[in-house]
């Protein structure tokens, strides 16, 4: 028992060792939007969260073909320009850093991807591409910022 409390104090100091470390020194690019702007791709970006939340869980149910369909409709091609109707400053892609926007884009097409295999039925293949849902999603936050 006492080597476990050791190795767990010992994770923790390394944790918020490293996590501090590199609170302190965030590197990635700062992409400088409108405050109406932020707040739209805040709000996305949690809506987005939670489609994909549910996606893994049709998946996890082996609801396939309704995995796909709510991929599509939520995270897809088809889910792009949620903003078109808003007044400009609120709309976060014409703020952004071009390489930041195809990003976005580039997510959007690989979630159809998925979508377009999973709505087959196709277990194995949609269970391959599936990583593809969120590696834009890494990749953006891992690069940038707003604030």
């Not at 320009?81 to 892609?93: E, I, V, Y």
């Not at 997510?107 to 999973?118: I, P, Q, R, T």
């Amino acid at each position: 028992m006492k080597d476990f409390h050791f190795g767990l104090f010992f994770l923790l100091t390394v944790t918020f060792g490293v996590a501090g470390s590199v609170c302190a020194e965030d590197r990635r690019q700062l992409a400088i939007l409108p405050p109406p702007a932020q707040e739209s791709l805040r709000q996305e970006m949690l809506d987005n969260l939670v489609a994909v939340n549910e996606v893994l869980a049709l998946m996890a149910a082996g609801k396939v073909r309704e995995a796909g369909e709510l991929a599509e409709l939520k995270l897809g091609v088809s889910a792009m320009g949620k903003h078109r109707g808003k007044p400009f400053d609120a709309r976060p892609g014409p703020h952004m850093p071009p390489a930041m926007h195809g990003i976005g884009m580039d997510g959007h097409k690989a979630v159809s991807e998925f979508a377009a295999v999973a709505k087959t039925g196709d277990r194995d293949k949609a269970l391959a591409l599936l990583p593809n849902l969120t590696a834009a999603c890494v990749g953006c936050h891992a690069a940038y910022r707003t604030r």
